[in-house]
């Protein structure tokens, strides 16, 4: 199935029926908008593409949806679909400060550096300027400034102080380009305010992993498997850790002499 099979589009969209839930809850916009931010948080990211298309079928002109659906598919490596479908948001909101920041995110993952920071300067010159436009011109500027990268994603966090998500779009943006040490810096950050941030433990693991801090990567992925037992991600990751070879384990030591010389 295409990505596209999952976003909608036209000036009207029809309203499929469902069982609401049990709770009562009314089945409308902001019920699919919740399930949907839900399900990003957890990494599950064509699931909720498919909640903001669901949202979308309530109301056309939600844009967080609409913006919503641009980051899932930058989650999922399809920049191309991504781009594409950035334009058709700017059809309907043209001076977005998150969806040119979407478009910024897409383009610094092609490469594109030019376009990326072009379309970041929109962004921020726009009205309504949030945390994620901070955010994403943070990611832009690593490879290329990371003194300036470092002081946007502050004002990221300064803008939504209490946001676990805004260190872990930092975290995930670290992550991209190998920059491990500040990504655990962030990704403690969000899990002291929410310790129950399963993805985020298991990012922990990931990049303490990369640098050699395989006990530490083990309590993280443990960590997260506690608190949701179905994560099979974190599963996986323990069961690779306890079967790995000596030669493995002697170039962690190795490397964790040198990090400390």
Not at 213 to 239: C, T
Request: hydrophobic share 40%.
């Amino acid at each position: 199935m295409g990505r596209f099979d999952h976003l909608e589009i036209g000036d009207w969209l029809p309203v499929h029926p469902e069982e609401p839930p049990e709770n009562g809850r009314v089945i409308d916009e902001d019920y699919y908008l919740e399930k949907a931010k839900a399900a990003f948080a957890e990494e599950n990211y064509e699931q909720s593409l498919s909640f903001y298309s669901r949202a979308l079928q309530y109301e056309i002109s939600l844009e967080e949806a609409w913006v919503g659906q641009i980051r899932c598919l930058i989650e999922l490596r399809e920049l191309q679909e991504a781009v594409i479908w950035s334009n058709r948001t700017l059809e309907r909101f043209p001076n977005s400060s998150e969806v040119l920041s979407a478009r910024a995110v897409a383009e610094s993952r092609m490469g594109r550096l030019v376009q990326a920071l072009a379309y970041s300067d929109s962004a921020l010159g726009s009205p309504g300027c949030t945390a994620y436009s901070w955010a994403a011109r943070g990611e832009v500027l690593i490879a290329v400034n990371p003194t300036n990268a470092k002081a946007c994603f502050a004002k990221a966090v300064e803008l939504s102080p209490s946001d676990w998500a805004v260190h872990s779009w930092i975290a995930r943006a670290y992550m991209i380009r190998g920059c491990y040490h500040q990504a655990l810096e962030h990704l403690r950050a969000a899990t002291r305010l929410d310790s129950n941030l399963f993805t985020c433990w298991h990012w922990t693991g990931r990049c303490c992993e990369a640098l050699g801090e395989i006990e530490e990567a083990k309590r993280a992925y443990a960590r997260a498997l506690a608190i949701q037992p179905k994560f099979s991600r974190a599963r996986k990751a323990i069961e690779r850790l306890a079967n790995r070879d000596p030669v493995s384990r002697l170039a962690d030591g190795l490397r964790r002499i040198f990090k400390g010389s």
